[in-house]
Nanobody, 116 residues
Framework: EVQLVESGGGLVKPGGSLRLSCSAS????????ITWFRQPPGMQREGITC??????VTYYRDSVKGRFTIYRDKNTVYLQMDSLKFDDTAVYYC???????????WGQGTQVTVSS
């Protein structure tokens, strides 16, 4: 059974930092593109950053570029979030999409709340 488990969410003040983790069991991230999505309250889910270890590349949505960093250590992908803003409040999900495009897995999500 494949599982993705996110952790690290919580309550933080504007300007603060959090680091989210996405750990996998049942797959190895070597063969997957890992994307962090988020869904703000009452809004649609959006992809914010992706890492493709096989290609050594990362992508960032403009709204998080320069503030968020995605990186991988073995079979865990991290999302370092700095200079957090109110608009970053959302449920954050990690996903794993196989390079073939045939296998797609989602974690259960972790809540990030930016509030003063």
């Amino acid at each position: 059974e494949v599982q993705l488990v996110e952790s690290g969410g919580g309550l933080v003040k504007p300007g603060g930092s959090l680091r989210l983790s996405c750990s996998a069991s049942g797959i190895t991230f070597d063969d997957y593109a890992i994307t962090w999505f988020r869904q703000p309250p009452g809004m649609q889910r959006e992809g914010i950053t992706c890492i493709k270890s096989s290609e050594g590349v990362t992508y960032y949505r403009d709204s998080v570029k320069g503030r968020f960093t995605i990186y991988r250590d073995k079979n865990t992908v991290y999302l370092q979030m700095d200079s957090l803003k109110f608009d970053d409040t959302a449920v954050y999900y990690c996903t794993a999409l196989s390079t073939s495009g045939l296998r797609d897995f989602w974690g259960q999500g972790t809540q990030v709340t930016v509030s003063s």
